[in-house]
């Protein structure tokens, strides 16, 4: 056997917070892949495999619809044992197995209990971690979304020492920068240069390490920058805490919920994205993103949406007979009011 059928298959994991950019980025590591079998394993929260389908239509040459894994029967870091090992061993299993491993995780994941299956006896000699990378959605960042009023929490403790003061927003984002090896600053555009100066600023205050922190636009990161890190993040572990490692790897999302909403045709993009605003808005969304179809337009229009902020692009040619109806997967923190965001998004926008 040959030295190089003996090395193991680098691995990079893209984690990020829900809506950050991770799938645009891994079009970007695609587009210039010049080649290379790169496989990518796909995470969702929710029953819908939106991103999965994204890089699926995406035109790029070279990618393989069957080089492209779509999981969505829980958070990778809940399903190690029933999902995700069996997805590698079959990976490097093939008669051409890839050079290379992408894996975007779900929004919400926690990178950790990920980063611990790759110590598995399957895995362990066939695969190695090299980098974490993590997306960061510095707008979000800028108007405070992750961030606790640390003066109101000090006087609610001080009132009540009892009361659980855990932000499940701030603690998975907290764990995704705690576990990487770069951290991709993105959407750095929609910022001035002192917003981002403040941004970047906290989020090396957030991170338990000195890491570094490049700055991008629309995921545009040369993979040469990305791939080859060379970390070998799971002999590692101990430099990356998690708010969850007394958990022993059992981690529930029980603080988020999602639901798919069909959408009938659309009379135009722009009524379409100002609806999906108001909903968000009213209803406190952190994340929507689907497909729908616009009268008189052949393509599929994609959209994609942080709270209220949306991108949206015409990807994909729609058959001719085909159902012109479409999909939005809606997340948010418990307690969404389902029936009110479904009424409002079951009529076409006015």
């Known amino acids: 056997m040959s030295a190089a059928s003996l090395s193991r298959v680098p691995v990079t994991i893209i984690t990020g917070f829900l809506g950050a950019g991770k ?4 079009r970007h590591i695609l587009h210039k892949a010049q080649g290379h079998r790169i496989a990518v394993v796909v995470n969702e929260f929710g029953s819908l495999g939106i991103d999965g389908e994204i890089l699926r239509g995406c035109g790029i040459e070279g990618c393989r619809d069957d080089d492209i894994v779509e999981l969505t029967n829980g958070c990778l870091c809940c399903t190690v044992a029933d999902d995700f090992l069996p ?14 491993v992408v894996i975007e995780t779900s929004g919400l ?3 950790k209990p990920l980063l611990k299956a790759f110590g598995w006896p399957t895995v362990r000699n066939r695969m190695t971690v090299d980098g974490v990378i993590t997306v960061v959605d510095a707008p979000a960042i800028a108007t405070g979304r992750f961030a606790d009023d640390p003066d109101a929490v000090a006087q609610q403790r001080a009132a009540d020492p009892s009361l659980d003061h855990d932000n499940p927003l701030a603690e998975v984002f907290e764990d995704q920068l705690n576990a990487a090896d ?8 929609l910022l001035s240069a002192e917003e981002l100066a403040q941004v970047e600023a906290e989020v090396r205050r957030l991170s338990p390490r000195p890491i570094k922190i490049i700055r991008a636009t629309e995921g545009k990161v040369d993979p040469a920058v990305l791939l080859g890190l060379g970390a070998a993040a799971e002999a590692d572990l101990d430099a990356r805490p998690s ?10 999302h029980d603080d988020f919920e999602s639901f798919v909403v069909p959408v009938p045709e659309q009379a135009s993009v722009e009524a379409f994205l100002t609806q999906l605003q108001d909903v968000a808005s009213t209803f406190d969304v952190l994340r929507m993103k689907g497909f729908a179809s616009v009268q008189g337009k052949p393509m599929r229009l994609a959209v994609q949406g942080v709270g209220t902020r949306f991108r949206h692009e015409f990807d994909q040619p729609l ?14 923190q418990k307690g969404l009011n389902e029936a009110g965001i479904r009424a409002a998004l079951s ?3 006015a």
């Open 23 to 26: 799938t645009t980025l891994l």
């Open 319 to 332: 058959p001719a007979g085909a159902d012109r109806s479409g999909r939005i997967v809606v997340i948010g």
């Open 347 to 349: 009529h076409g926008a």
């Open 182 to 189: 770069l951290i991709v600053l993105n959407k750095t555009d």
């Open 243 to 252: 708010h969850h490692d007394a958990e022993d790897g059992e981690h529930e």
């Open 87 to 100: 997805t590698m061993e079959a990976l490097l299993d093939r008669a051409d197995p890839p050079e290379h």
């Open 109 to 111: 994941a926690l990178p």
